[in-house]
């Protein structure tokens, strides 16, 4: 990965802009992803879906506004498909944009209601035709996903999203050998982000549905999702 995750070696908290940028543009939006890159951002979330065809997209809902699954249609349809006037932007188009800007991108693999490793193989697949291995943080709440690819690529950097909180940390990090866990705000103490750290791994506080970063910086976490960069830049005082 390009970046150091840990705050104990930045000496700050990354800002992740969630969705491309949702709260400047449609999410997961070329429009989104473009402003959240001017604001600095140090990571650019976003999903990744997969068409009928094995076709890589962004989008975060497993279904379409007219009802159908995404995995269910052809990417010919996706593609003519308009989303709040904008289009689904394809992962590989995106990778080599990053690659170009020299951005880092956190790709959340929609993994859902399809055959296992599926997505997972075209993601990894695009990685190396676009040659940004070191420009992506793949992250899952399928940890059984992750811990494949961390298995086969442990070069790769990969991030477990978790809602509640766990009895034991430590065997869980060392079963999953994530880089990097999503804390649900509301749902975390410092205890638990200390006992993460201890492990030497990073904590992202994800889900958070105001802008409450008086938390977010006595929990000492390393990373947060926001959904204007530029909002959680002022807040933190960066």
């Known amino acids: 990965m390009k970046k150091d995750l840990l705050k ?26 473009k402003l959240g890159s001017e604001s600095s951002a140090d990571f650019l979330e976003t999903d990744v ?9 962004l989008r975060h809902n497993y279904t379409l506004p007219d009802g159908r699954w995404c995995s269910s249609v052809p990417w010919a349809e996706l593609k003519a498909i308009t989303i709040e006037d904008e289009p689904l932007p394809l992962l590989e188009d995106l990778l ?4 170009e800007g020299d951005l880092c991108l956190s790709l959340d693999l929609k993994v859902g209601f399809m055959p296992e490793r599926r997505l997972v193989k075209e993601v990894l697949r695009l990685l190396e035709r676009t040659q940004t291995q ?11 996903e992750l811990l494949r690819i961390k298995l086969s690529r442990p070069d790769l950097t990969t991030r477990v999203l978790i809602r509640g ?7 869980f990090l060392k079963h999953t050998r994530a880089d990097a866990v999503s804390f649900t705000y509301g749902v975390v103490r410092l205890s638990d ?42 807040m933190l005082g960066q």
């Open 8 to 33: 104990a070696n930045t000496g700050r908290i990354l800002i992740e802009s969630h969705r491309g940028a949702e709260g400047l543009a449609p999410e997961n939006s070329w429009a989104a992803l």
């Open 49 to 57: 879906q997969l068409s009928r065809d094995g076709v890589a997209f």
């Open 96 to 99: 080599v944009w990053a690659r």
């Open 134 to 144: 070191a420009h992506v943080m793949l992250i899952s709440w399928d940890h059984v």
């Open 165 to 171: 909180r766990l009895v034991e940390y430590a065997d």
């Open 193 to 234: 982000v200390e006992q993460v750290h201890h492990a030497g791994v990073a904590v992202n506080l994800s889900e958070m549905w105001r802008p409450d970063f008086e938390t977010v910086k006595d929990l000492d976490v390393d990373m947060v999702s926001w959904s204007d960069p530029n909002e959680a830049r002022k």
